[in-house]
């Protein structure tokens, strides 16, 4: 590819959240540029935003639908991509029309609002033959992709126990009924779905697991609870987790836990080594073979690349500089645009950079987020991840 590819966006207008972390990560290495977008569900805020990036007026949409139309007809200038991130009721509707409209889609999670949808949404992806990415943008950092290479590689031996977390704290207040924007949403049904907490930050931890040991959900017992009076949706889970070859896990969230802020953290015990890693300090893995001393390994050493290519190429400055968020969202954008690059040059992407969340990545959300709400209202409790 000689020249940057055009990204367009769907959300991110004016007090938006993650919108706007997408754009900087995009066009964090110089290959993404963003030309277009319908920011908001407010098009004179949508205006305000494109006109915040400095956007031709002409490529900034009252609504999704107009993007759409306004890009096809532009023809071969028109956007190699959309990124989608309003809140989840929208995410299905607006995937699937770019899709079916021949557009590249990096899409928010969790990917729909339902696992009906979420199946649906696969088979566009497939029909359709265009790049699908989900923003699992955990997965993304370099400690996290060699602590997958170690499990891959055997270096853990055979792996008993998986524990992932991802408690908060900001919803231990009703804020919604302030209107707060990003609580509003989050604990409204219509928007948000059959889950809260379990589904706005569960399902990172339930991909973090998969993603690192390679291993899948197989049941799950849990119990979901809704501590804020008057909320409609779960602010905090609880499950215990069986895997399909044997091994056991727990995994919790919450959004009620004081003091937490997004301490997403993972342990991974095998027969011959451990490993932990904290999203909140994202440079370090910790290490523990069985009978030595654990170890801390740090992001940007040779022994990390050495260990991990995937981790060398998702790094940009060196070990003792921090990277973290931005950069994670960063680098899910490298292998997906690199991917959209060379399937463009009519060549094939290779494993490594094809490394990035799937549209199978957001079946298995919403797959956990059903079996997770079925479980928590059922007396038998143990219930098992549907054939998908
Ligand atoms: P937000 O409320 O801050 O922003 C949503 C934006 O989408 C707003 O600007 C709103 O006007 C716009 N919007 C709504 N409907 C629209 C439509 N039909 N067309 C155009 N714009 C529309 O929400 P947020 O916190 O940024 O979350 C957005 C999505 O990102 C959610 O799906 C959430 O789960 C996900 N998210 C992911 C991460 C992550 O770490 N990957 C973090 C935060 C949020």
Not at 298 to 318: E, L, M, Q
Request: hydrophobic content about 40%; some cysteine; glycine content about 10%.
């Amino acid at each position: 590819m000689k020249r940057k590819l055009r990204m367009g966006m769907v959300g991110g207008g004016p007090g938006a959240f993650i919108g706007e972390v997408h754009r900087k990560a995009a066009r964090l290495d110089g290959r993404i540029e963003i030309v277009a977008g319908a920011f908001d569900i407010d098009p004179v805020k949508s205006r305000q935003t494109g006109n915040e990036l400095c956007l031709s007026p002409s490529r900034v949409y009252g609504n999704y639908k107009d993007m759409i139309n306004g890009e096809l007809a532009l023809g071969s200038e028109k956007i190699d991509f959309v990124s989608v991130t309003t809140p989840n009721n929208w995410h299905f509707p607006i995937a699937k029309d770019f899709l079916e409209a021949g557009f590249n889609v990096m899409c928010e999670k969790p990917m729909t609002m339902t696992l009906d949808e979420a199946l649906e949404l696969r088979k566009i992806v497939e029909k359709s033959g265009k790049v699908f990415g989900l923003m699992h943008n955990y997965t993304g950092y370099p400690m996290v992709k060699l602590a997958r290479d170690l499990a891959r590689s055997g270096d853990l031996g055979e792996i008993y126990k998986i524990v992932a977390q991802y408690p908060q704290g900001w919803l231990v207040k009703p804020i919604e009924r302030e209107g707060q924007q990003q609580a509003a949403w989050r604990t409204d049904p219509k928007q948000s779905g059959a889950a809260g907490c379990i589904g706005d930050i569960g399902t990172h931890a339930e991909n973090l697991a998969e993603y690192i040991t390679g291993l899948k959900i197989s049941e799950i017992c849990a119990d979901l609870s809704t501590f804020i009076k008057g909320r409609a949706l779960d602010d905090d889970g609880n499950c215990l987790l069986r895997f399909e070859n044997g091994a056991k896990g727990v995994l919790h969230a919450s959004q009620i836990s004081i003091g937490e802020e997004n301490n997403l953290a993972i342990w991974v015990y095998g027969s011959k080594m451990s490993i932990e890693w904290h999203q909140e300090e994202p440079n370090h893995l910790l290490v523990k073979p069985f009978g030595l001393p654990a170890q801390i390994w740090k992001r940007g050493n040779d022994y990390v690349s050495k260990k991990s290519p995937a981790a060398a190429r998702c790094t940009r400055i060196p070990c003792g500089h921090p990277e973290a968020f931005l950069e994670a969202f960063a680098n899910n954008y490298m292998n997906f645009a690199d991917t959209i690059s060379k399937l463009m040059d009519g060549a094939s992407p290779s494993e490594i950079e094809n490394d990035f969340p799937k549209v199978s990545d957001g079946v298995r959300g919403m797959a956990f987020i059903e079996t997770v709400v079925k479980s928590s209202k059922s007396s038998e409790k143990w219930v098992k991840f549907p054939a998908l």
